[in-house]
């Protein structure tokens, strides 16, 4: 299985994104460091956003234990859908940063090394440890939650939301035809055999 922009865009589109033509164009640049400032030639509006190598680095890693061991092009797709997911929210991004700088460091305490440098078992362990499996997605919570909320969530969401991901649960609908995020949220398997209209009311 290959993740590419277009499942990144279709993600972004379900969690209604705002995605102009060409908005996300011309990011697959090298990941230059995530900074507040002016960025180059003191033009802060038309800089392209981007991904500080660190947190993009962690995101991937959290991303591969997350998704399927099979999947390819895991890595553009995250950088892809978490620009798109951030742009224009800088208190979202903010939240992002602060919470894989979080689980980082946690990284950094229990297991003497950066989160995206341990195994993918020690870094399973390191989220199961945390209760993070269990915590509920809250972006004003302890830091178990806020990880939840603002990485795996939002990553596991991109993934089966995308039209890649969808298909390999089963879900019918991808992003752009009809029940597209319903879809997602309730997979055919859990409806009623009973209710001919399959869940769905006449419109």
């Not at 997605?137 to 991901?165: H, K, M, Q, W």
């Amino acid at each position: 299985m290959e993740l590419t922009r277009r499942d990144a865009l279709a993600a972004l589109a379900a969690a209604g994104a705002t995605v102009g033509g060409g908005a996300l164009a011309g990011r697959f640049d090298p990941p230059r460091a995530d900074a507040g400032g002016s960025g180059a030639a003191g033009s802060p509006s038309t800089a392209t956003p981007t991904l500080s190598t660190d947190l993009l680095d962690l995101l991937d890693a959290l991303a591969e234990v997350l998704y399927p061991s099979d999947v390819d092009g895991r890595r553009g797709f995250v950088e892809e859908y978490v620009l798109g997911r951030t742009e224009g929210r800088p208190e979202y991004r903010a939240g992002v940063r602060e919470a894989a700088a979080q689980l980082d460091a946690v990284a950094r305490d229990w297991e003497g090394n950066a989160y995206a440098d341990l195994a993918a078992e020690d870094r399973d362990r390191t989220l199961r440890r945390l209760g993070v499996e269990t915590a509920d997605p809250d972006p004003e919570g302890p830091i178990t939650d806020r990880i939840r909320f603002y990485l795996v969530e939002d990553l596991l969401f991109a993934f089966y939301a995308s039209p890649a991901g969808g298909r390999l649960v089963g879900i019918e609908n991808p992003i752009g035809h009809p029940g597209g995020i319903e879809s997602y949220q309730r997979g055919p398997m859990e409806r009623d055999p009973d209710d001919p209209t399959g869940g769905d009311s006449d419109g």
